[in-house]
């Protein structure tokens, strides 16, 4: 937000936004006809989860429309109270369990900072590197869904193809494909394998290409800048408000990602990378912010592969971890948005109360506001350009 | 947009912080009952109940706190099950049952607590305030944040605190007709509950006592 | 305005694909006459190995799911040592792990004193009935021989001791 | 050459026809299945497709046919059941209506119609009304607002098409397909006769306008509206199952193979070869093997038009119903027009 003010935020987001305004008095005014409600989901194609959303239309155009999640709520904040912090990670991997990696550093932070260890300059490398893997394992997919979500199937093809790539290089040095849990508190459970750095940097090459294909084959293509330009429009303030986070804020004109905004014991700022903002707000920009994301991740990546320092990866932590009482907030940049925990401890070997704030909890309680005036094919475009992952709202 | 840097050492106070809680302090004046920082961490305030709703709008209109992070509740008392590993053959074992606060303290079994960010300065703060427990009602954010009306919801259901002048308390996650609060922490966690601890012991001593050397 | 549309590019990418396909292969694999080779450190099954089973339930406290079951029984083994007393030791009686609960965590593996538990790249077991996955010694001993080798570590790692 | 002129009677004539119409809606339906559903679309994807079934999975599609055939024919309880049944067999039938007009040869031919091509337009739309009843009967939204999506769009598709074929009805002087298909062989362009006429070339607008016009006319992304299987849950075909979705199913390849020999035959010269390179100067000159031949020709053309349609499906998003609506008015029909003015000048001064 710093070097964005209105003048320079562009007179599209306001006149898109004047625009709906406008949709929105043109359907309270216009000949009332009985409408009809439409039951988008629990199961339907688009929600790629069991999200249901209940829409009012009006024809085909949306009167009010409201998500209904729960379908898949699991409890993890109830569950977290008779676990151990050990094996806490094994749950919060499972909330976005696309970029499960980046689930666990947060909680793994919290706890570290609740008992006062820092992981060691390795593994904390380490797992920047495996967080903006899980990044570009996440957010490829996405843009391989979003082709799906607006009619191309060739997209996710491709995505599945590269995002193999890189699942197959966490699962060589974590053992685990979807759940790593390799994060520990005070480090990491294992170093890499050999090979695997360089493995990484040709991945990562593939991965930039991915992200060229994806644009040529889709950002850059009439038809999806039709679909998507002007449609979802979500102001700076409203964005701010509904607490949008990653891509979905920055989208609107904010310059703000905690990677470089706040200190944690991480390597992000140990290279040079820049945040990518889009002034629009509309579903165009938040896909174009998660492209330009994604080829910036490869290229952190890149970065930090070069710097790993050597050393241990673990620090020295008791056996039978026993967190000291005390509360701690830490949250992170997650490929989705600002993933925090909320960490209640008692002294025991487990927390006493964890409060997950997940990124797409926020990001779709903004589906109200953004879906009112829109068509049914919009209604899709929205919600697959704000991307959540199911287990990620409902937890 | 260049990078920031963390500073080398730890500075034993945090004069940023310090100054921002005691800017929150000027403006709400006596609605804060106690704030807490740790230095180089985070900030916390505890307000009174009243004022909660208060706090949230100068801390947005005033203090510029114009990002909503999360809303949320929680129960201090200590819960009654324990991990549910107690052996079922054994007596249940004793339990301490006494309510003791977090940071900020408070004197009510429950709390919300709510965490808002300056989006300018980066600032953030976490806002606490006490839940009668006769009422088990606060004032609604919802029409400060407008996020906060889900995060309503979510702490309405889960933990039975009503949000007065909140537009639509349903439940989002449960079915409409359940009964309990499942995260209140006398609320028992049922998978833990039907199935007994698999890490009881269970290995048969030598018949008649048995003699020789443990290894 | 872009020179070439990007609708017209967008046929590029595919037309490129297919090519690549056609000359260079298909990125899948036909998986059950080919296979892919899992990494070595795969979580694909836990294996146990007996012999150094001392029951002492660590894996089954410290499993989240709770999903291991372990039963034992003392027994008198003979002396480690010429004239010594001879020793009470556990024997298993069961070693259950069920894979239906089964979050393949590993933190079981982790937490043996004794190295009886380790995990196997091994990944074809499924069932047709959820009940089947609930596998015994027996068989969790069998994946034993399926165990790899650790990895070598990467240039800076620090040995373990 | 004259081995090949067989008399044959009446009843037989019929007999073949029959057969012959069968077979050209269901074995063009089969191979752009297999070629491009199967073949092309997982090779763009970097996949292989189906290999088990046969060699290289040619036999898939039978696989797939008896699978659902085995399936249980549900109707859903609120369904006009009456009307449900029948909306697909209208679709398909639309189809054999619509190949009775393309010719396949000097004589291969089902119906010789003066106004061939006037028919075709006018039955193509018949699968509109297959598929508003199959939407309308469904007793479900998604298939009533996929069901309204299609009529709406196929509506508006058929007047740039029309527009289109007008073009090349000028300049061919009839709207007999088969005379279009001789004035392309036995033409020239302006005097160079070496690949007749055809009039991919000389109505190259006329060509792109029908393309675009047969590709929302045939539901195919970008103007899959009507399925739209990420909004609409595959629109008015959400409720079918078993051997009536396999109808939809055949219909919908049916469809494309028809209406790419359509276009074949209007832009791409049909059954023909440049008369020229023969010596034949009119079609009752043409060799008799022509009749054997003609098929194999029309059916390439067609596989390479279903090509470029097929392509097109794998590479683009969707439009949005009100988008698609306002390139057809304000694009495609204005183009045509002018296309049409500029065939009916030249044709005059030529």
């Given at each position: 937000m710093t070097a964005l003010d209105d003048a320079v935020l562009g007179d599209r987001q306001r006149l898109s936004y004047i625009a709906s305004q406008a949709a929105d008095a043109r359907l309270n005014v216009e000949l009332e006809t009985e409408g009809m409600t439409l039951n988008i989901g629990p199961q339907h194609p688009a929600t790629h989860g069991t999200l249901r959303i209940i829409a009012r239309l009006d024809g085909e155009q949306v009167v009010w429309a409201e998500p209904s999640c729960g379908y898949m709520h699991r409890g993890y904040e109830k569950l977290t109270e008779v676990r151990t912090y050990p094996q806490v990670t094994t749950l919060v991997n499972r909330i976005d369990w696309l970029g499960s990696f980046a689930n666990e550093v947060p909680f793994i932070l919290a706890a570290e900072k609740l008992m006062g260890v820092e992981a060691p300059p390795r593994a904390q490398w380490i797992r920047t590197i495996l967080f903006e893997l899980s990044r570009v394992a996440n957010v490829s997919l996405f843009l391989g869904d979003l082709g799906v979500q607006l009619g191309a199937i060739t997209p996710v093809f491709l995505a599945f193809r590269d995002r193999e790539y890189v699942l197959n290089l966490i699962e060589s040095a974590t053992g685990g494909r979807f759940h790593p849990n390799f994060d520990r508190i005070g480090g990491l459970k294992d170093d890499l394998p050999a090979g695997w750095i360089a493995e990484t940097k040709q991945v990562m090459r593939k991965m930039r290409n991915f992200c060229d294909e994806i644009e040529s084959l889709l950002f850059g293509n009439e038809i999806f800048q039709s679909r998507t330009r002007g449609i979802g429009v979500i102001p700076r303030d409203v964005a701010m408000q509904y607490g949008l986070s990653g891509a979905n804020l920055r989208a609107s004109g904010v310059d703000w990602d905690l990677r470089r905004d706040q200190d944690s014991p991480m390597a992000w700022n140990k290279v040079s990378w820049k945040v990518h903002t889009h002034p629009d707000g509309d579903s165009f920009a938040r896909c174009w912010v998660r492209l330009q994301e994604t080829r910036e991740a490869t290229l952190i990546v890149d970065q930090l592969l070069d710097g790993i320092p050597s050393g241990p990866v673990m620090a020295k932590v008791p056996k039978i971890i026993k967190v000291p009482e005390g509360e701690a907030w830490v949250s992170t940049e997650n490929p989705l948005g600002e993933m925090g925990y909320y960490v209640v401890s008692r002294?025991?070997?487990?927390?006493?109360r964890v409060k997950i704030r997940s990124a797409s909890f926020n990001n779709i309680s903004i589906v109200p506001w953004a879906l009112r005036g829109v068509y049914v094919p919009d209604i899709i475009t929205i919600l697959a350009s704000l991307y959540f992952i199911l287990g990620d709202i409902d937890r | 947009m260049g990078l920031r840097l963390s500073s080398p050492a730890e500075p034993p106070v945090d004069a940023a912080r310090d100054a921002m809680v005691a800017e929150v302090r000027a403006v709400l004046g006596a609605a804060v009952l106690d704030s807490l920082v740790k230095p180089g961490d985070d900030a916390w305030i505890r307000v009174s109940t009243g004022a909660w709703r208060q706090t949230l709008q100068s801390l947005r209109t005033?203090?510029?706190?114009?990002y909503f992070c999360f809303l949320s509740a929680i129960d201090w008392m200590p819960s009654p099950?324990?991990?549910?590993?107690?052996?079922?053959?054994?007596p249940a074992p004793e339990r301490d049952a006494t309510i003791r606060p977090g940071y900020c303290g408070g004197d009510t079994r429950m709390q919300v607590f709510a965490r808002v960010v300056n989006p300018v300065t980066h600032a953030a703060i976490t806002v606490k305030a006490d839940v009668p427990d006769d009422t088990m009602t606060v004032d609604s954010v919802a029409d400060v944040y407008e996020g906060a009306n889900w995060h309503e919801r979510e702490a309405h259901e889960m933990f039975g605190i009503s949000f007065a002048g909140h537009p639509d308390l349903r439940n989002m996650y449960l079915p409409s007709d359940f009964e309990g609060h499942p995260l209140r922490k006398d609320f028992p966690l049922l998978a833990r509950m039907v199935k007994p601890w698999p890490g009881i012991v269970d290995v048969e001593p030598l018949p008649g006592g048995g003699e020789g050397d443990e290894s | 305005m872009a020179i070439v549309p990007g609708l017209v590019k967008g046929l590029g990418v595919t037309l490129s694909t297919l090519v690549r396909t056609v000359t260079k292969g298909s990125n899948t694999v036909q998986y059950p006459h080919e296979k892919e080779a899992p990494p070595v450190r795969a979580r694909g099954v836990i294996a146990l190995h007996q012999d150094n089973c001392t029951s002492c339930m660590l894996c089954s406290r410290s499993c989240p799911d709770w999903c291991i079951y372990i039963e034992a029984h003392k027994e008198l083994a003979p002396p480690r040592r010429e004239g010594g007393k001879p020793r009470q030791v556990n024997k298993l009686d069961r070693f259950d792990i069920d894979y239906a609960l089964c979050m393949y965590c590993g933190i079981c593996v982790e937490v043996c004193p004794f190295d009886a538990l380790f995990w196997s790249?091994?990944?074809?077991?499924?069932?047709?009935?959820?009940?089947?996955?609930?596998?015994d010694k027996t068989k969790l001993s069998e994946w034993m021989e399926t165990v790899p080798e650790a990895p070598a570590l990467e240039a800076g790692a620090e040995k373990k001791k | 050459m004259s081995a090949l002129a067989i008399e044959i009677p009446y009843w037989g004539q019929s007999l073949l026809r029959v057969l012959g119409g069968l077979v050209a809606v269901l074995l063009p339906a089969g191979t752009i299945v297999y070629v491009f559903l199967f073949k092309m679309m997982s090779f763009m994807q970097s996949r292989l497709g189906p290999m088990e079934a046969g060699p290289y999975g040619s036999l898939q599609l039978v696989a797939e046919v008896g699978k659902w055939l085995q399936k249980e024919d549900i109707v859903p309880t609120n369904a006009d059941r009456r009307i449900f049944r029948m909306a697909p067999i209208v679709v398909l039938v639309s189809t054999f209506l619509l190949v009775a007009?393309?010719?396949?040869g000097p004589d291969a031919w089902f119906t010789d119609f003066e106004t061939g091509i006037f028919y075709a337009l006018a039955v193509s739309s018949v699968s509109v009304l297959g598929i508003l009843m199959a939407g309308w009967a469904s007793a479900n939204k998604y298939s009533l607002l996929g069901g309204l999506r299609a009529a709406g769009q196929l509506i508006a598709y058929e007047l740039p098409m029309v527009l289109a074929v007008v073009g090349v009805v000028i300049q061919a002087g009839t709207m007999n397909l088969q005379q279009i298909v001789v004035a392309q062989n036995s033409g020239s362009i302006f005097g160079f006769d070496g690949l007749g006429n055809p009039y991919v070339l000389t109505q190259f607008v006329g060509f792109l306008v029908f393309m675009v016009a047969m590709q929302a006319e045939l539901s195919q992304a970008p103007f899959d509206m009507p399925i739209a299987e990420s909004e609409l849950v595959s629109g008015y075909m959400t409720e079918y199952s078993g051997f009536r979705f396999l109808i939809f199913f055949i219909g919908e390849f049916a469809t494309a193979g028809v209406f790419a020999m359509i276009a074949s035959t209007l832009f791409l010269g049909g059954w023909g070869l440049p008369f020229a390179w023969f010596g034949w100067d009119s079609v009752d000159s043409v060799a008799n093997w022509m009749n054997v031949a003609g098929p194999v020709i029309v059916v390439t053309k067609m596989m390479a038009v279903t090509f470029l349609v097929m392509w097109v499906r794998f590479s683009s998003p969707r439009l949005r119903e009100d988008q698609l609506q306002r390139f057809a008015w304000k694009v495609l029909i204005p183009l045509s027009l002018a296309n049409i003015m500029v065939t009916a000048v030249f044709k005059v001064v030529a």
């Open positions: 002294g025991d070997i487990g927390p006493f | 005033v203090l510029g706190f114009h099950f324990g991990r549910g590993e107690d052996d079922p053959t054994q | 790249p091994e990944y074809e077991y499924s069932e047709p009935r959820i009940s089947d996955l609930l596998h | 007009v393309v010719p396949f």
